[in-house]
């Protein structure tokens, strides 16, 4: 009977090194894209990015992820651009909050529409939260901007286009977070845009958070970007920052 105990408990821990147990599965490796995809960071170095010109540094690489600080001091645009044109995809990324210094004073209370709530006197309601603030840009505009933040309706969502009054209300509506799916500030989330034509759908952590939204206008294909936001006034930040660090950034492209 031992030797009958000690053959069974061998052959389950056996199976669990090889990650069929129970269905535990064998941990990603960073940075390294699984079948299927194409990895767009390496990990090591910014190889097919391009960091904005006097950035001094801020935008680095620590420990496989991309790190940024939100104090670059290149002139005008700062965010980090990839170089590659892209057409029709599936976007992953994974994504981290490192912390949120700044509280926002002027969170919207945004309803299923993608407007605001107001109040009984007509006023839109606003909220004072711990936030920061990025994001991924599509086919090279940062309208076309997957948002990433600390607001109650969720990352995922396209501000550039809901907040454009000029846009019909099922377009605003379209692009307007179908439920909050991020994770605690400090975890990793995980984003997978997909692409097509003028459609854009994004799941956030395995939750469809966007469904097919129509993005008027968009380019035909551009390069994707991390955003950067915020600034320091007197030492102080005086709006929310891209306190952010990114890794697993894989691409795949839908033929036809």
Not at 79 to 92: K, Q
Not at 191 to 209: P, Q
Request: hydrophobic content about 35%; aromatic content about 10%.
């Amino acid at each position: 009977m031992y030797l009958k105990r000690v053959f069974v408990w061998s052959v389950v821990v056996g199976m669990a090194a090889v990650g069929v147990c129970g269905g535990v599965k064998e941990k990603e490796k960073d940075n390294a894209a699984p079948a299927g995809w194409r990895a767009l960071f390496n990990g090591r170095d910014f190889s097919g990015w391009k960091a904005p010109k006097g950035d001094g540094g801020h935008w680095k690489i620590i420990d496989g992820v991309i790190d940024y600080d939100a104090q670059s001091e290149a002139p005008g645009d700062k965010s980090l651009w990839h170089t590659e044109d892209l057409r029709d995809f599936v976007l992953r990324v994974d994504w981290r909050i490192k912390e949120t210094p700044y509280i926002n004073p002027n969170i919207p209370y945004i309803l299923p529409d993608g407007t605001h709530a107001r109040d009984i006197k007509g006023n839109e309601m606003r909220m004072a939260l711990p936030d920061s603030d990025s994001g991924v840009f599509l086919r090279g505009s940062g309208k076309n901007q997957v948002n990433i933040w600390c607001w109650p309706i969720g990352s995922g969502e396209f501000y550039g286009y809901r907040t454009d009054r000029n846009q019909p209300a099922e377009i605003r509506a379209g692009v307007t977070p179908r439920t909050q799916a991020d994770k605690p500030v400090g975890q990793w989330n995980r984003f997978e845009i997909t692409v097509k034509g003028d459609r854009v759908s994004v799941v956030l952590n395995g939750i469809k958070v966007i469904d097919k939204a129509q993005l008027p206008g968009i380019a035909r294909s551009g390069p994707i970007a991390l955003q950067h936001h915020g600034g320091k006034q007197d030492g102080k930040w005086s709006s929310p920052p891209s306190l952010l660090q990114f890794k697993n950034i894989y691409v795949k492209e839908i033929k036809g």
